[in-house]
C-alpha cells in the first residue's frame, strides 16, 4: 500500500504563488507516475497535472498549463506543485495521486487526503 500525506496548501490572493507538496511512503518501488487533481465546491475532481517517476516527464491540464509546475524528488519520495498567478476558479481541495504498477500486472491508484487552496479575489 501506498500512503500519501500533502502539506502546503492556504490562503492567498489572485496572482500570487503557493506550493504544496506531496510525500509517499510504503511500496514506493512500484510507483510510475504522481500527480495533482482538484475538487471545487459542488464540482467534480479534475485533473491538474502528472509526472513520471522514472523520466521526469510532465503534462498539464489546459488551466494549469504555463502557470503551475510540478517536481519530483525522487531520494525523498516526494513531489511538489508549484502554482503561480493564482486564480479565483483555483480554488479546491487538491488531491495528490500516485499509480503504482502490479508486479502481477494491473495497476493501483492511491489518493491523498488533500489540502486545501483558496485563492481570494
Known amino acids: 500500500q501506498v500512503q500519501l500525506v500533502e502539506s502546503g496548501g492556504g490562503l492567498v490572493q489572485a496572482g500570487g504563488s503557493l506550493r504544496v507538496s506531496c510525500a509517499a511512503s510504503?511500496?514506493?518501488?512500484?510507483?510510475?507516475?504522481m500527480g495533482w487533481f482538484r475538487q471545487a465546491p459542488g464540482k467534480e475532481r479534475e485533473f491538474v497535472g502528472r509526472?513520471?517517476?522514472?523520466?521526469?516527464?510532465?503534462w498539464y491540464s489546459d488551466s494549469a498549463k504555463g502557470r503551475f509546475t510540478i517536481s519530483r524528488d525522487n531520494a525523498k519520495n516526494t513531489i511538489d506543485l508549484q502554482m503561480n498567478s493564482l486564480k479565483p476558479e483555483d480554488t479546491g481541495v487538491y488531491y495528490c495521486n500516485a499509480l503504482r504498477i502490479r508486479l502481477a500486472g494491473g495497476s493501483d491508484e492511491y489518493w491523498g487526503q488533500g489540502t486545501q487552496v483558496t485563492v481570494s479575489s
Open positions: 510504503g511500496g514506493v518501488n512500484s510507483i510510475v507516475a
Open positions: 509526472i513520471t517517476w522514472r523520466a521526469g516527464a510532465t
